[in-house]
């Protein structure tokens, strides 16, 4: 499996941003989907946004406008970046990948927004 490896999280207030990162193992170029999940305290992880190998792009409606996903082949690496955030965006968000058939997860970052 491809291992992923998220990092970029931490304690912003409410309308400011970040940036999470997730390094992967592996050429990116091969990986046929990314994307970004979150799940917030005491509810059930969801979908986030995802980027396809051929650059397809889906958000959720909650972050439409404000997230914005993109990847770095030449690094190996996904990103997601993170504006005006709520304290509805609370939650531990993890990387994904999907390739030759299996699905591979990172550990999770922290993401805290202070209202």
């Known amino acids: 499996q491809v291992q992923l490896v998220e990092s970029g999280g931490g304690l912003v207030q409410a309308g400011g941003s970040l940036r999470l990162s997730c390094a992967a193992s592996?050429?990116?170029?091969?990986?046929?989907?990314m994307g970004w999940y979150r799940q917030p305290p005491g509810k059930q992880r969801e979908l986030v946004s995802t980027?396809?190998?051929?650059?397809?792009?889906n958000y959720v409606d909650s972050v439409k406008g404000r997230f914005t996903i993109s990847r770095d082949n030449a690094n190996n690496t996904l990103y997601l970046q993170m504006n005006s955030l709520k304290p509805e965006d609370t939650a531990v968000y993890y990387c994904?990948?999907?390739?030759?058939?299996?699905?591979?997860w990172g550990q999770g970052t922290q993401v805290t927004v202070s209202s």
């Open positions: 592996t050429n990116i170029f091969s990986i046929s989907a």
């Open positions: 994904n990948a999907f390739q030759n058939n299996r699905l591979s």
């Open positions: 980027i396809t190998s051929g650059g397809g792009l």
